[in-house]
Every structure is written in C-alpha cells, then in structure tokens.
C-alpha cells in the first residue's frame, strides 16, 4: 500500500480548530499521514488568543530536520511562523529540499483579531518563503498587508495576485471570504486566472478555515495531483466542512469548521 505523507510546519491551537491540529485532523480524513513541526503554542479557544509562546528556533530547526532525514515527506504546508528568526530557519532548511510541494498560507490574525505574525517577520516570509512556495493562499487582508493595496473586488483580486506572484511563488490563490458580495476565490498561476466559487454561509463557526483549506491543498498534493485539481478538491472539502460547521456547537466564540463532513459527504462515516 502507498503511504502518502505530509508535513505541517505551523503552530499548536490548544482549542484543536486550526493550526497543527486543523492540519493534521485534514491529513488524516483525506487519507495522508502527517507529520508536524511545531513552531509556537498558543493558548487559545474559540473566544480568543490568550498566550503565544514560540518554540525556541533550535527546536524548530531539530524537529524539522528530524522528520525530514529519516521519514521524509510528499508535501509541505506552513502556516504560522510567528517571527523572524523561524522563518528563516525553516528557509534555510527547506531550501535544500527543493523537489517537494509547499503550501504556503502567510498565517498574520488569528479569527478573533489576535496578531499570530511579528511585523519583521512579514517582510522576512515575502522574501524567504514565497520563492519556495508552490501555491501561496492569502485571504484578503494578509494580500492587503503583503501588497499595500486595498481589495474590494475580483479585478483588485487580480492585481494582488499579480503583485504577489511577482514575489516567487509558482502560484497564487488570494482568497475572497471577505469580500461583501461574492465568496469566490481567484488563483492565478502567471498565465491564468481562474475563479473557484463557493457558497457563502451564515455561520459564525469559520475558525481555522484558512488552515484547513491549505493543508488540504497539501494532502492531495502528497497523493500526486496536479496543483488546479488538488485546490478544487481542497475548495470541495473546506466548503463541506463551513456548511457543517454548526452540527460541532463546540465552544461560545468562534467555533471550529467541521472536519468530519468531507468524509460524510463521501459516504465514509468516523462518528455514528
């Protein structure tokens, strides 16, 4: 039997909705074995972020050279780096490792407004990071922050993504939750642009959403896909697991996205 692999580089959510719990739950159901590099704790729930606590960047650094030298892996997801330091030990690394797929989401706000990325480390992620990236997947705000633009429609969509792609990575996906009318996503690979459309719900319970969708990318990645197809299968899974969100009712905030409904959807039940 092929085993698939993939690897998180992101921070530990103790409240299990995003961040290396998010990744690893989407590994999983999307049949990959994960693996993590842990590289903050944060001490948090679906009200807030109570505590960011980074792992020392030698630590980073022996975890990620650990799983890479002896288990090795198909495909690589970063979320949050929380400053400069890890980013650029995680680059250092992962530059010698040029051949595997890298989903990059440029983690900046935790959903409740919480800053998870110091300012020197945004600039330091743009020139670092971007040029190893096979697909990077902003939202809206972090493209504003890593452009300078403001973005209220598909056409300012296009023009951050031209920007960011200007950067290094092979590709784009600049996601479009934010936008007041529309939940479409725009991917652009240099030579096209291409809208995936979602169905926008009414649901508070959107935390993670951002971590799950490009872990997804990452898992299907791992199994061989092409990038387009792995995003639309990635689109299909977190859109499943937003429309199900409100079946987990899992704290008073900010609840997670459900991670379970994918598989449900497939006729593959994990809970009775």
Known sequence: MK???ALTIAGSDSGGGAGI???LKTFTTLGVYGMSVITSVTAQNTMGVFGIYDIPIEGVEKQLNAVLSDIGT???KIGMLSSKGIVQVVGKILNTYRNIPIVLDPVMVAKGGSPLLSDDAKEEIKHVLFPLATVITPNIPEAEVLTGMKINSIEEMKLAAEQLLSYGPQAVIVKGGHLENEAV??????KNFSLLDGKRIATKNTHGTGCTFS???AAELAKGRELYTAIQIAKEFIQAAIEEADQLAIGSGHGPT???????????????
Not at 185 to 190: A, E, N, P
Not at 258 to 272: D, I, S, T
């Open 215 to 217: 872990s997804a990318i």
């Open 258 to 272: 459900n991670h379970f409904a994918y598989m449900k959807r497939k006729g593959l039940e994990l809970w009775n």
């Open 3 to 5: 085993i698939y692999r």
């Open 185 to 190: 996503d725009l991917f652009y690979d240099g």
């Open 74 to 76: 198909d495909a690589i």
């Open 21 to 23: 719990q998010a990744d």
